[in-house]
């Protein structure tokens, strides 16, 4: 067990909607991650939160969003939903804000666009 | 240059082989490299990472080699079971406020009994 809870394990929608995953990190860590992992694109990173602010951001779309609350857990929005965003979207989190920290990561959630 | 290039893409071997899995980088800015091991259905479980300041570091049957100068690093599965059956992934860190863990593509690690 990583420490890293993901909420819900599976999603299931239609294009055009939108959803919202969930995630709490690891007592004691700052830093949240998200992550997109598709079968030919590997694990793509897409933003990080540290300590409530936005750290870092990567291969996002901007039909996408997130947020860290002041409790530490976060929520990755995804909105006007394509077929093309079924993935598995993983969160991670590390101690601090930067990247030679150790990320553990949730058992994410897979959303799958009908 | 914020690539990490993994290989190989797959790799079978018997129970008991050594399966070696490598990775190369071409930024110096990287300061921490871990691996992953991930089960079908399974978040990356963080594995065992090494520092720049050692060559070699061991934990149970997992090693890491790490060659400072020819930017390479790699994992050694000593006496593999059918349970280490999983895809591994390299990364790169940095404390450098730009940099992302960056991921290499993944190896699908098949142990056969």
């Known amino acids: 067990d990583s420490g890293v809870t993901q909420t819900p394990k599976h999603l299931i929608t239609a294009t055009g909607q939108r959803v919202t995953l969930r995630c709490s990190p690891r007592?004691?860590?700052?830093?949240v991650y998200w992550y997109q992992q598709s079968l030919d694109q590997g694990l793509q990173f897409l933003i990080q939160y540290y300590n409530g602010e936005e750290r870092a951001k990567g291969n996002i779309l901007e039909r996408f969003s997130a947020q860290q609350f002041p409790d530490l857990h976060s929520e990755l929005n995804l909105s006007s939903l394509e077929l093309g965003d079924s993935a598995l979207y993983f969160c991670?989190?590390?101690?601090?804000?930067?990247?030679?920290?150790?990320?553990?990561f949730g058992d994410g959630t897979r959303l799958s666009i009908l | 240059q914020q690539q990490v290039k993994q290989s190989p893409q797959s790799l079978i071997v018997q129970k008991g082989g050594i399966p070696i899995i490598n990775c190369a980088y071409e930024?110096?800015?990287?300061?921490?490299f871990p691996w992953y091991q991930q089960f079908p259905g399974k978040g990356p479980a963080l594995l065992i990472a090494i520092r720049p300041d050692v060559s070699e570091k061991k934990e149970g049957r997992f090693t890491i080699s790490f060659n400072k100068s020819a930017k390479q690093f790699s994992l050694h599965i000593m006496d593999s079971q059918p349970g280490d059956s999983a895809t591994y992934f390299c990364?790169?860190?940095?404390?450098?406020?730009?940099?992302?863990?960056?991921f290499g593509k993944g190896t699908l690690l098949t142990v056969n009994p």
């Open positions: 007592s004691g860590d700052l830093s």
């Open positions: 930024n110096t800015a990287f300061d921490y």
């Open positions: 990364a790169a860190g940095s404390g450098g406020s730009n940099y992302k863990l960056t």
């Open positions: 991670a989190s590390s101690p601090g804000p930067t990247s030679n920290q150790p990320q553990h």
